[in-house]
């Protein structure tokens, strides 16, 4: 190792985090942007509002589910990188990949709220869950291999991590199988990552 790759290994994770941290606060800020208002023909009534709050059940409800599995995905960089405390570029890439599907999930969700009875949006939706999961792994799979940890970190907690990590893609692969069959039905496969993610955790506290 020449003295610039070791120079490289040593980066702080602190601009990784402030990163993470802005790009989370504006998708998650987005999504509630994406809900339309009422484009309302003639004059407004009580009954004509009245209608538009019922149809807009669909749109709170996606963006409540939107919004808590962004809070779920913030939550688990958090939890990675408690152990991790040292970086280089290519980790810093990973994460900056990572986060550009994270940025595209205000969209996902705005497609599956206008189209979500039809495969498409939803399968985009998914493809979109699928990714992050993925780069979720890759950035645990990279600082293990560098050894990037903090010096307390322990096999059990490795594989705590490492069994969350995988949670995520297997829901979305779930639900991409389940939106061919009934796309309206494909987002309950993601309730898997609240009840496995507590499991695991038993298991290791």
Not at 17 to 32: C, Q, R
Not at 59 to 86: C, D, N, P, T, V
Not at 144 to 149: A, I, S, V
Request: charged share 10%.
């Amino acid at each position: 190792m020449n003295a610039n790759d070791k120079h490289d290994v040593w980066l702080t994770t602190k601009r990784i985090e402030t990163l993470v941290d802005g790009i989370f606060a504006i998708a998650m800020t987005l999504l509630v942007l994406n809900i339309d208002l009422p484009q309302m023909l003639g004059p407004v009534s009580d009954p004509a509002i009245w209608q538009y709050m019922v149809s807009l059940f669909q749109q709170l409800g996606i963006y409540a589910f939107s919004f808590i599995l962004l809070a779920s995905f913030w939550r688990a960089h958090h939890l990675q990188f408690f152990y991790i405390e040292k970086s280089d570029s290519i980790l810093i890439w990973l994460n900056v990949i990572w986060l550009m599907f994270v940025a595209l999930v205000p969209f996902s969700t705005n497609f599956v709220s206008n189209f979500g009875n039809h495969p498409l949006p939803m399968l985009f939706f998914n493809v979109n869950m699928f990714l992050i999961g993925i780069f979720f792994i890759l950035i645990w799979t990279y600082a293990r291999r560098k050894n990037l940890f903090i010096k307390e970190m322990t096999p059990e907690h490795d594989r705590m991590v490492m069994k969350i990590n995988y949670i995520l893609p297997t829901a979305a692969l779930v639900a991409i199988f389940i939106t061919f069959v009934s796309p309206i039905w494909s987002p309950v496969s993601y309730f898997l990552i609240f009840i496995l993610k507590n499991a695991f955790k038993k298991n290791i506290l």
